[in-house]
């Protein structure tokens, strides 16, 4: 069973969390679900609970809604500041265990800049995120639930309040072979095999050879040995021999190879003010960014559209990055996210046909 947790801030994103756990729980059950609300019970400490929950998950969901980012306490000071932030801490937790972390905006929000996020929370900034918009919500969620429904499971060890880890019953299979009788069962790599009982050969008993013109067998057994041998043949002369029997190789079964699949490359140059791209057009498919920085000051490009968006290192002059992504048809802007480029001009846009 996938274990999915579910993170948001209650003043960003709660109705679209609510929506979200209700689809899902109808996927993979409410059990498969984490959400503060309804899986905590009362009396049990809720920092410990989150904890163990995101250890136990195969996937965290951040939903990040417009104020996300910019959330404030009572103080004026943003949440994310705080080390005890509670989004802070299950996001942190999942991406220090290996969770798998799947940003999830909403309300059209942009994915955040690693500058803008706290150390520990940089490399959400690289993680590819996942849409919801309100006017495809069905197709975005079925979407998201595919997505997840072929991620690996983990096998996080210890359990929680919510119910979340192996249970009582479960139990690994020990390594070493288990004998049974003559047969046995091993396991191998946590698989049990049957092994076959070991069958003893069977020597078979020739028939008694009748008297060869009144000669006793064992007498004719003796004389056929003595038989003088062929020189050019090594087999006794008087004797049938048979030819070998011709055989034919068995036919090659042919490999067959899949296509490896079209990349297309696309070349971004940044140049303070400025982002050009080469080309302004692509197929839908498999599409491999190629960014570099002409410019002298620190660059970092977003790609976002459709459902996706993915960011770039951060590059100084003349550094460059890459990486590839599946873009469906539809039209994708790309933006310099440190603060002020932007508003400087560097904004392109990306038509995939």
């Known amino acids: 069973m996938v274990r999915i947790f579910i993170s948001y801030r209650r003043d960003d994103s709660a109705g679209q969390a609510g929506r979200l756990y209700d689809h899902l729980s109808k996927r993979f059950g409410q059990r498969?679900?984490?959400?503060?609300?309804?899986?905590?019970?009362?009396?049990?400490?809720?920092?410990?609970?989150?904890?163990?929950?995101?250890?136990?998950?195969?996937?965290?969901?951040?939903?990040i809604g417009k104020t996300w980012l910019t959330n404030t306490d009572a103080e004026g000071n943003?949440?994310?500041?705080?080390?005890?932030?509670?989004?802070?801490?299950?996001?942190?937790?999942?991406?220090?265990?290996?969770?798998?972390?799947?940003?999830?905006?909403?309300?059209?929000?942009?994915?955040?800049?690693?500058?803008?996020?706290p150390p520990q929370l940089a490399p959400l900034a690289r993680r590819n995120a996942h849409e919801l918009s309100e006017?495809?919500?069905?197709?975005?969620?079925?979407?998201?639930?595919?997505?997840?429904?072929?991620?690996?499971?983990?096998?996080?060890?210890?359990?929680?309040?919510?119910?979340?880890?192996?249970?009582?019953?479960?139990?690994?299979?020990?390594?070493?072979?288990?004998?049974?009788?003559a047969g046995g069962i091993v396991t191998v790599g946590g698989v049990a095999l049957l092994?076959?009982?070991?069958?003893?050969?069977?020597?078979?008993?020739?028939?008694?050879?009748?008297?060869?013109?009144?000669?006793?067998?064992?007498?004719?057994?003796?004389t056929a040995t003595k038989l003088p041998l062929e020189p050019s043949r090594g087999a006794a002369v008087g004797t049938t021999v048979v030819p070998p029997v011709a055989t034919t190789p068995p036919a090659k079964t042919p490999v067959i190879t899949s296509p490896s699949p079209v990349l297309t490359p696309l070349a971004i140059t940044m140049r303070d003010s400025a982002i050009g791209l080469a080309p302004t057009s692509v197929k839908a498919g498999m599409v491999t960014f190629t960014i570099k920085n002409n410019g002298p000051s620190a660059h970092q490009a977003q790609v976002s559209g459709e459902g996706v968006t993915k960011l770039s290192e951060k590059l100084?002059?003349?550094?460059?990055?890459?990486?590839t992504l599946g873009l469906k048809p539809g039209t994708y802007t790309l933006i310099c996210v440190v603060p002020g480029h932007q508003?400087?001009?560097?904004?392109?846009?990306?038509?995939?046909?």
């Open 32 to 63: 498969a679900v984490f959400r503060d609300l309804d899986a905590i019970p009362p009396g049990v400490d809720f920092v410990a609970t989150i904890q163990r929950a995101v250890g136990s998950c195969d996937v965290l969901l951040a939903l």
């Open 195 to 222: 092994l076959p009982r070991r069958v003893q050969p069977t020597v078979a008993t020739a028939p008694p050879v009748p008297p060869v013109g009144g000669i006793p067998a064992s007498a004719a057994t003796a």
């Open 316 to 323: 100084q002059a003349q550094e460059s990055d890459s990486f």
């Open 78 to 117: 943003r949440r994310l500041e705080n080390p005890q932030d509670f989004v802070r801490l299950e996001i942190a937790a999942a991406l220090d265990r290996n969770v798998a972390v799947i940003p999830v905006l909403a309300n059209s929000a942009t994915m955040p800049g690693e500058q803008q996020l």
């Open 135 to 181: 006017r495809r919500w069905q197709y975005d969620v079925d979407q998201l639930e595919s997505v997840i429904g072929n991620l690996p499971r983990r096998r996080p060890g210890g359990g929680n309040a919510a119910g979340w880890g192996p249970n009582a019953t479960e139990r690994r299979v020990s390594r070493r072979a288990l004998l049974v009788g």
């Open 343 to 353: 508003q400087s001009g560097m904004k392109a846009t990306l038509t995939v046909v």
